[in-house]
Nanobody, 121 residues
Framework: QVQLVESGGGLVQAGGSLRLSCAVSGRTFSAFAMGWFRQAPGKEREFVAA????????YYRDSVKGRFTISRDNAKNTVYLQMNSLKPEDTAIYYC??????????????WGQGIQVTVSS
């Protein structure tokens, strides 16, 4: 059973930064890709960023490119999402997810509980 626990969310002013972390247990961490998703009130959950098992390939949705950076530390079984230049439209519950394979396209079959990120204008 894979367990994912997010941390690092909170309230920040527009233009500020936050770093989300997701600690993973229960699976060989480096063997699978990891992703971050988000869901804003009244909207569908959407993909934000992903990284392959080895950490050499990343992928982002267009609206966060240049502002967000996904990374992973396979020695610590942790994936990160560094979020800079935050905008009010980034406000959402953020979820980390583990893929079934090492490729960032997934599919993703294990999810964290989610963590709130609120960006004030």
């Amino acid at each position: 059973q894979v367990q994912l626990v997010e941390s690092g969310g909170g309230l920040v002013q527009a233009g500020g930064s936050l770093r989300l972390s997701c600690a993973v247990s229960g699976r060989t961490f480096s063997a699978f890709a990891m992703g971050w998703f988000r869901q804003a009130p009244g909207k569908e959950r959407e993909f934000v960023a992903a990284i392959n098992g080895g950490g050499g390939t990343t992928y982002y949705r267009d609206s966060v490119k240049g502002r967000f950076t996904i990374s992973r530390d396979n020695a610590k079984n942790t994936v990160y999402l560094q979020m800079n230049s935050l905008k009010p439209e980034d406000t959402a519950i953020y979820y980390c997810a583990a893929a079934k394979t090492s490729h960032y396209t997934g599919p993703y079959d294990s999810w964290g509980q989610g963590i709130q990120v609120t960006v004030s204008s």
